[in-house]
């Protein structure tokens, strides 16, 4: 069941010399527990739609189903449905305040008005889920790395246990280094326990390893939504918008069109060699 959107538009400024139609008849179905990426251009929506999923920002059009509940109906609870999908803006770290690192992943389940304990509980299993020591918990969030501080923002919507996941650009301005731990954090977390996760970047290579779905953004309306393979497949489109394919998808298309018997739809780095040590093994 979970998120179902239909025909949602949403139209910044309306009526002034600003008026901006960024979101145009999106129609989607989010179901429990799918690991999903949202791919586009910078400007194509995405930090909009994504807005629209935990009520933060209202339709101009169109409805938001959330369990099968229209969440534009009156009365609607909005502040459970906050705290059901965990909403990780970009540059979350800017919004840490609190003396430490604990205080801070405490504020969201502490806000819901739970007992200390289960606040406490909550806030440890979260910082565990996000991969930060028990050393860290005591220490201002400014004395941690861009990467740790992430984490802390993370764990803080963590804590809230929320049903569905969506992280807007969580690898923004890190290292590589620092982006290949957030994103295995990322999916670790998905795996063990089974919410749905949504997560935005405008890299093709960031999400393809990862996710089991991609939507496709271009200038407010859904481009592509489908496997990281079958949306590859469309790599000249994506290109003709500003994305790319992962490196993979154009080696191997690549060596097929050179008459290697290889799997043009190869998505990771993984598959890409299974499929070459076998086609040389057929060679040899
Ligand atoms: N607060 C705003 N007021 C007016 N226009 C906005 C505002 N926020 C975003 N936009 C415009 O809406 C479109 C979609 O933006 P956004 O959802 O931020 O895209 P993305 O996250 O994919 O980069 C862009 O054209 C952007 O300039
Ligand atoms: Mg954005």
Redesign the pocket.
């Known amino acids: 069941m979970a998120i179902r959107i239909e025909h949602l538009n949403y139209v ?2 309306e009526g002034t010399a ?1 008026e ?1 139609h ?1 979101l145009k008849d999106i129609n989607l179905e989010l179901p429990d527990g799918q690991f999903i990426g949202v791919i ?10 994504i ?1 629209h999923l935990n009520g933060l920002l209202k339709g101009t059009s169109g409805a938001i189903y959330y369990n099968g509940k229209n969440i534009y109906e009156e009365g609607y609870d909005l502040r459970t449905l906050r705290s059901k999908v965990g909403l990780v803006f970009q540059y979350p770290e800017h919004q840490l305040f609190e003396v430490d690192v604990f205080s801070d992943v405490c504020f969201g389940p502490k806000n819901l008005g739970l007992p200390k304990e289960e606040v406490e509980r909550r806030a440890k299993e979260a910082l565990r889920l996000v991969g930060l020591k028990e050393k860290h918990y005591r220490k201002s969030p400014f004395e941690l790395s861009g990467g740790q501080k992430r984490r802390v923002a993370i764990a803080g919507i963590l804590a809230m246990e929320p049903d569905v996941l969506v992280l ?2 969580p690898t923004a301005g890190l290292d590589p280094k620092g982006r290949d731990e957030i994103l295995d954090q990322v999916a670790l977390l998905h795996k063990e326990k089974h919410i749905t996760v949504v997560l ?1 970047s ?1 890299s093709m290579e960031d999400v393809a390893r990862y996710v089991e779905r991609i939507i496709v ?1 271009n200038k ?1 309306q859904v481009m592509f939504d489908d496997t990281p393979q079958q949306v590859f497949q469309h790599y000249r489109e994506l290109e003709s918008v500003g994305l790319a394919a992962p490196q993979v998808t154009y080696l191997m298309h690549d060596l097929k069109e050179k008459g290697w018997n290889v799997d043009p739809q190869a998505t990771t780095v993984e598959e890409a060699a299974e499929s070459i040590f076998a086609a040389l093994h057929k060679k040899a």
């Open positions: 910044y400024s600003f901006k960024a586009g251009h910078t400007g194509s929506g995405k930090s909009t739609l807005q807007d650009e935005v405008h953004m407010g």
